[in-house]
């Protein structure tokens, strides 16, 4: 049978479904990026609400109340993520833009409200509210779900999901029983990663930050390409800008930014401290490139990159744009590096 949660999930599964009626009504889910917090979530809340788990206290996956959640239209389960701002939505990926302006407002939270009220559909059963990503909570919404979780209606579980459990309001913290989720050891990140037909797993592992759901997200455009550019880069005031720029612009200028904001961290950090973040297995080609690159010229970069990934969501001129931070790219190194 295919695994419903992550192999590194595992043993916090375990625990989880067995606790039964010990579990706390309010659940903070708290780790870095792409290591699967939310899609445990779901799981969980999808468990939570199946009448028939299997033995591990997974959901069936077949009875009315999971086809319910399946077609997301489960009567007892709310879904919480911030609102999509309507100026926006005519952008081509919005979601992923806005994500970090947007804010879960206190009508979403007064609208939970009524929804905890209402008895369970089914009879004893719980009723369930994912709230993800939690530091999206504004303070008036906080503090709405704060009186929620001070006094619980009966059989509500409130479940938090947060990258960031320092933006949350520590009374909520301290009404949630926290959990740690497990980061995958390099070695279970690698082995999922080739699972699923990652090429150059190892690369793209560094590159997402040890992450492997956002290691496989990067990839989803365009598999495997982003190599391609890193050779580019490797090359230093050799690239050529003009035909690398397309090959840039095809996985979408924040992609295209956020490559070169990660190898201009890592030719800083070569040149700085030796200590390389993103992209170790071209360790040897960024320590060329700190040698000769211009410190003072590279700090000026790295805040125009800043700058052009503010505005990495219009659509205009962007391979010009492209082209132009590329031709600044080579300009950053004092001397030409030989062939
Ligand atoms: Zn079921």
């Known amino acids: 049978m295919k695994d419903k949660v992550y192999t590194w999930q595992n043993d916090l599964w375990r625990q989880l ?3 039964g009626d010990r579990r706390h009504h309010a659940l ?3 780790g870095k990026r792409g290591i699967g917090k939310f899609d445990f979530a779901v799981q969980l809340s999808k468990a939570l609400l199946c009448e028939v788990p299997d033995a591990r206290g997974f959901a069936c996956d077949a ?3 999971c086809n319910w959640f399946n077609q997301s239209n489960h009567p007892d389960y709310r ?6 701002d309507a ?3 005519e952008d081509a990926a919005p979601a992923k833009k806005t994500g970090k302006k947007s804010q879960i407002s206190i009508s979403q939270v007064r609208e939970l409200g ?4 209402l008895a369970s559909h089914r009879s004893g059963g719980v009723r369930i509210v994912l709230i993800h990503p939690a ?8 503090n709405a779900l704060l009186k929620m979780l001070e006094e619980p209606p009966p059989s509500a579980m409130f479940i938090l999901v947060t990258h960031q459990p320092q933006k949350l309001l520590p009374t909520i913290m301290s009404r949630c029983h926290k959990i740690d989720m497990p980061v995958p050891t390099r070695q279970d990140a690698l082995a999922w990663l080739e699972q699923h037909g990652v090429a150059e797993a190892e690369p793209m592992l560094e590159y997402a930050g040890g992450s492997p759901l956002a290691a496989r997200d990067s990839l989803d455009n365009d598999a495997g390409k982003l190599s391609e550019l890193w050779k580019s880069l490797a090359r230093g005031a050799r690239m050529d800008a003009f035909s690398s720029a397309p090959q840039f612009v095809s996985h979408g200028m924040e992609i295209a930014i956020t490559v070169l904001q990660k190898w201009v961290y890592d030719l800083l950090a070569t040149r700085l401290t030796g200590q390389i973040r993103y992209h170790a297995s071209l360790q040897g080609a960024l320590q060329g490139l700190a040698k000769s690159v211009d410190l003072g010229l590279l700090l000026d970069y790295q805040r125009k990159l800043d700058e052009a990934r503010k505005s990495a969501t219009h659509p205009l001129n962007n391979e010009m744009q492209l082209e132009s931070l590329l031709i600044q790219y080579t300009q950053l190194f004092l001397t030409q590096t030989k062939p």
């Not at 009524?114 to 009220?117: S, Y």
């Open 79 to 84: 879904l919480l993520t911030p609102e999509q």
């Open 28 to 30: 903070l889910l708290r």
């Open 114 to 117: 009524d929804f905890l009220e």
């Open 87 to 89: 100026a926006e939505d």
């Open 135 to 142: 530091e999206a909570l504004n303070a008036s919404s906080a």
């Open 17 to 19: 479904a067995s606790a």
């Open 63 to 65: 009875c009315p109340s």
